[in-house]
């Protein structure tokens, strides 16, 4: 069942990557959101191989591979949400600052692999705002897609504080995974059917249709 579950999270990640690409190549114009979702989509694929070859061959440096992946994975996607928000004016990212916390941990726990975890959880802690800064600020249907991005934030969290507790949640993950198709999926279709909402500062002649 869960190599079933692998092949099926692996398949989903990769189109994750897919549709992230197409949405960087939209907006190519836009090289600093071009390189956001890019980066968003190959982050999310290597954080999930990372992570699943250190579940199978305990390689501490895969670990660290997989938490510095997801934590480049949520702060691309913060900065390009905060970019179509508000482009050109972009306000400071304070989101980002939930990371302050990580070093914390590690002073009050004295676990480098406790550190790492918790690594991945404020990493899914910034998807979740980040999702809901799109849900509250965004215009029209893109508020649909922040709800599910706050959705896979939430349901990110609980897979980490299970598998913490020694539950296998395998399904959540795939689950997770699903929507977050479904919503890149979403934001692709919106990119070209709707690209005023899309980014804030659109131009047709900059940007092209």
């Known amino acids: ?86 482009s050109p004016r972009m306000p400071m990212n304070w989101i980002l600052a939930a990371y302050v916390f990580v070093p914390a941990v590690h002073l009050m726990t004295s676990d480098f692999q406790l550190t790492l975890f918790h690594l991945m959880l404020v990493s899914a802690l910034v998807i979740l705002c980040s999702f809901a800064l799109l849900a509250m600020a965004g215009r029209s249907g893109m508020r649909r897609y922040g709800a599910i991005g706050i959705l896979t934030g939430l349901m990110a969290i609980r897979y980490l504080y299970g598998f913490l507790s020694g539950e296998k949640l395998q399904l959540l993950w795939t689950a997770m995974n699903f929507l977050v198709v479904i919503m890149y999926y979403g934001l692709l279709r919106a990119s070209y059917s709707r690209p005023r909402d899309f980014i804030a500062d659109y131009n047709a002649k900059r940007d092209g249709r």
């Open 1 to 86: 069942m869960i190599d079933v579950m692998f092949v099926a999270n692996l398949l989903l990640s990769l189109a994750v990557l897919i549709i992230c690409a197409e949405i960087a190549r939209r907006w190519k114009r836009r090289r600093m959101l071009s390189l956001e979702f890019f980066m968003v989509g190959a982050n999310h694929l290597l954080s999930f191989v990372f992570f699943n070859y250190w579940f199978f061959y305990e390689s501490e440096l895969a670990l660290v591979l997989s938490a510095v992946s997801s934590a480049l994975l949520a702060s691309f996607l913060s900065a390009a949400i905060v970019r179509m928000l508000y």
